[in-house]
């Protein structure tokens, strides 16, 4: 699953498209904060079991977040946000908004899947598939499952809080790739950077963009000695 790092590298790719002159330290750490925020679900995973993926990440969070931007929003001159930040204070909280759905919970919805209705409904879906187009068999697609349902679905097929947890980096578990002996049983915590190669390649691209737009300018103004 995509690890917090690479949450962080998704938002700051949006963000440095999205804010444009309000691009700065102070802007992107206020986003990186909207996008750590689900993920600090894992905090409660000692006292309510199942709660990473279902706490933060459900998808009743970011319609609450959007619900508040958007009244305060259509209050216009009286708006909370825009009489102490200006326009800038709205452009910030809108990406971060925006981060807090398509940089934190989306991707966890496509790997692994999320508790997208927690608490209301306790279940984990999972939105995973292809698209394409066949020469044989003309579009195709596997996201959506068309077929009849299933009537009588195995009572353990459907996950929740009660029957399913994710591993998260307060769980230790056997050591991996190590082959385990009753005498020097070994075991270790997690703490994802990239586990795929192609998350590593988002995390370096998303630095470099970053620092690009932190510090790009005045470095070119530096090489043509404005």
């Avoid at 700051?12 to 600090?40: H, M, Q």
């Avoid at 989306?106 to 984990?124: E, K, M, S, W």
């Avoid at 349902?149 to 190590?178: H, I, K, M």
């Amino acid at each position: 699953m995509p690890s917090t790092i690479v949450h962080l590298a998704i938002a700051g790719l949006v963000a440095a498209a999205l804010l444009g002159e309000e691009f700065d330290a102070r802007s992107a750490l206020v986003v990186a904060g909207f996008t750590v925020l689900p993920d600090l679900d894992v905090l409660a995973e000692p006292v309510l079991p199942g709660a990473h993926r279902s706490l933060g990440h459900t998808l009743l969070l970011p319609a609450l977040v959007f619900a508040v931007l958007l009244w305060d929003t259509r209050r216009g001159a009286a708006s909370a946000l825009y009489r102490r930040y200006c326009v800038r204070g709205l452009k910030v909280a809108w990406t971060g908004a925006f981060c807090l759905f398509g940089a934190a919970i989306l991707p966890d919805l496509f790997l692994g899947g999320v508790n997208a209705f927690y608490p209301l409904h306790d279940r984990f879906y999972v939105f995973n598939g292809e698209l394409y187009y066949s020469t044989d068999r003309g579009w195709v697609q596997t996201f959506v499952d068309l077929s009849p349902p299933d009537l009588n679905p195995e009572p353990n097929s459907l996950r929740t809080t009660a029957n399913f947890r994710f591993r998260t980096v307060l769980d230790a578990a056997p050591t991996r790739g190590v082959e385990q002996t009753v005498e020097a049983e070994r075991v270790e915590r997690l703490f994802p950077v990239a586990m795929a190669g192609f998350r590593f390649a988002l995390v370096l691209v998303s630095a470099v963009v970053v620092a690009i737009r932190f510090g790009g300018d005045r470095y070119l103004a530096r090489l043509l000695g404005e």
